[in-house]
């Protein structure tokens, strides 16, 4: 059996398509591209309006390439809308993020591949090698779901409630990992910081941080940590990323917001003053750390003032780089139900302010719209813009050009996915 690993949205979701992709492999799959594979697995992203939009395009451009292809549709967009989902064209199996784990052992009777279970789970080949997917760092799930309740965030009906991994299973995969010729690891979670508190005994992510960082040493392993919610980001955390050579000084610290009214309506549990101190004490002991943030644009309720306040805060702490979301709705959270909408053209124009500032600070564009190049429009724009005169220099038929040109944008988009959005 071929197939294709297609991923969108967050690092966890990275995580998951790695590990479903070394399930396929171990089972004897091969991996091919998206319009020669057999199975076509995509892994879907819900966190905006954008997000599911990338994921429908994908889906339908995958059925119109490939239509022999069996496409099996998982993650958040169809965890949330599986009934809308099942009726895109090619969807012939729709797994709920639950279900994930055991997509490949589903799929091994069909596909006359060894079921992955009979596999040794203490073999130290993981299936995937530095290069596969475009990788050479290693997205690792040591959590999954979340039982904060933001105001904006859907993700925690389509993930559940927290759920992590045992300290001696996780230094037991770095081992792997690291036989396998891996030297970098980002440790994800959808909430990194809440990792251990649903393990009995009771254990906190500095825990699993303390081993891993004696572990490093003899496995010659670089680790990162991926998004960790400023509340959750200890001074402890902090003092061992700084002090120990086998973590990243890398920090992505969601802001959300700096206008102290807002982030309380976001039900962010902390303020802008607090955050601020968390940078300070970030540069202080790690002066050139990469401190990457999040920033929301229109979201309820919102006013100039607010606005104001969000862009001279973050020419305060001038953080590296800036993922901005312009607001959208998603049914079924707090925030869809609040008055006071910002305009949809009011959104767009806040949220390119923001950009601006990410221009302004580092000097190139790195904002995001849904955690995926697939949905940044300036991006999509200029794309658009090279294969067009590309076609006229051919001497392409002007009438055949703009279809030509949405095909060549989808294949573009297929192929980030592919390549795991690095």
Known sequence: MRFTVLSFGCRANQADSCQIERDLRAGGGMPAASGSADVVVVNTCSVTAAADAASRRAIRCVA?????????????????????????????????????????????????????????????????????????????????????????????????????????QVVDEVRRLAAAGFREVWLTGVHLGSYGRDLAPLRR??????????????????????????????????????????????????????????????????????????????????????????????????????????????????????????????????????PSKVPVPVVRRRAERLRGIARELVGIVCCNTSIDWTVREGVRAKLRVMVKKVLRKHGYPPDKQEKATQTVLQQAELLCAEWGNV
């Not at 119109?64 to 496409?71: D, F, M, S």
């Not at 079921?115 to 997205?139: E, F, K, M, N």
């Not at 992510?205 to 509340?231: G, H, K, N, Q």
């Not at 001279?312 to 800036?322: A, C, M, V």
């Open 205 to 338: 992510l500095i825990d699993l941080l303390v081993t891993l960082d004696r572990e490093a040493a003899a496995l010659d392993v670089t680790f990162r940590l991926s998004s960790l919610e400023p509340m959750d980001c200890s001074d402890e955390i902090i003092d061992l990323v700084a002090a120990s050579p086998r973590f990243a000084p890398h920090l992505h610290l969601p802001l959300q917001h700096a206008s102290d009214r807002m982030l309380e309506t976001m039900r962010r549990p902390y303020t802008a003053s607090r955050f601020r101190a968390i940078v300070e004490r970030v540069r202080a002991q790690m002066p050139d750390a990469a401190i990457g943030t999040d920033v929301i644009a229109g979201f309820p309720g919102e006013t100039e003032r607010d606005v104001g306040e969000l862009e001279s805060f973050l020419r305060e702490i001038s953080p590296s780089y800036l993922h901005v979301f312009p607001y959208s709705d998603r049914p079924g959270t707090e925030a869809s139900a609040m």
């Open 64 to 168: 119109r390439v490939n239509p022999r292809a069996q496409i099996v549709a998982t993650g958040c967009y169809a965890t949330r809308k599986p009934e809308d989902v099942a009726r895109l064209p090619g969807v012939a199996r729709l797994v709920p993020n639950a279900g994930k784990p055991q997509i490949a052992e589903a799929l091994a009777p069909r596909a006359g591949m060894i079921t992955p279970g009979l596999v040794s789970p203490g073999g130290v080949s993981v299936g995937l090698r530095p290069g596969d997917r475009g990788r050479t760092a290693y997205p690792l799930n040591v959590q999954t779901g979340c039982d904060e309740r933001c105001a904006y965030c859907i993700v925690p009906s389509t993930r559940g409630s927290g759920r992590s991994r045992g300290v001696a």
